[in-house]
């Protein structure tokens, strides 16, 4: 157990190399990458810093690395790298009023760059933790709180500067646009056709576009 800027990291040492489908790294290696993702969205991205420091301000933050996720039996492409999961710790006290925020990051991601990383780290615990702070992640549907939370990670790989033109970034915008943002998007050029053009660029104007999705959550979303 180790901490960062306020934010507690845990390392659940791994197994046996023959319980996992790819190498693993130790857990401080992996609490070292950890480190060096948030480092990054303190330095570089301010929104994710803000956010960071309102989840700190109400509750306590925690990434935990555990090699064992996702299960062995999911694979890379088709498992989630990372996940919030605001029920992990359900029976540690704490004051009355405050959350928990706990990320847990898997054998895969952990061992990417260090923006891919931090950006992944920016759509789990600021995305669904602020989320999760607010009431909505509890009512929200599942497509809706994922495009938030992908949209707060595209706030961060615009303030790390990743490349927008890399295969990566290109799936991605993909998925956000054409799945999980899809719904929103209707809602957009039904109700606020004018503001359509905050999609149109290489760097979408996101704070503009969870303005919108603000009134979007407020007509009823998406059921």
Known sequence: ???????????????????????????????????????????????????LDTLEKNGNVTIVYDAAFPPKDASSTGARLAAFIPNLFRNAPHPKGRKDFPAVVGR????????????????ELLGHGMQYLSGRLQTMSTIDSECQAYLYQEIAQQDLDMDKHSRVM?????ALEQHWCAPFKRYMRTYAPEKMTLWEKLNPDVPGLLAVFDAYQRAGGTP
């Open 108 to 123: 895969y991601i952990v061992k990417w760059d260090r923006d891919q990383l931090a950006a992944t780290l920016a759509h």
């Open 1 to 51: 157990v180790a901490s960062f800027k306020g934010i507690r990291l845990i390392g659940v040492p791994p197994g046996p190399a023959g319980d996992y489908d790819v190498p693993v790294i130790g857990a401080s290696e992996a609490l070292d990458n950890v480190r060096a993702a948030l480092d990054l969205l303190f330095e570089k991205s301010p929104l994710s810093a803000a956010a």
């Open 170 to 174: 290109v799936r991605f915008r993909r």
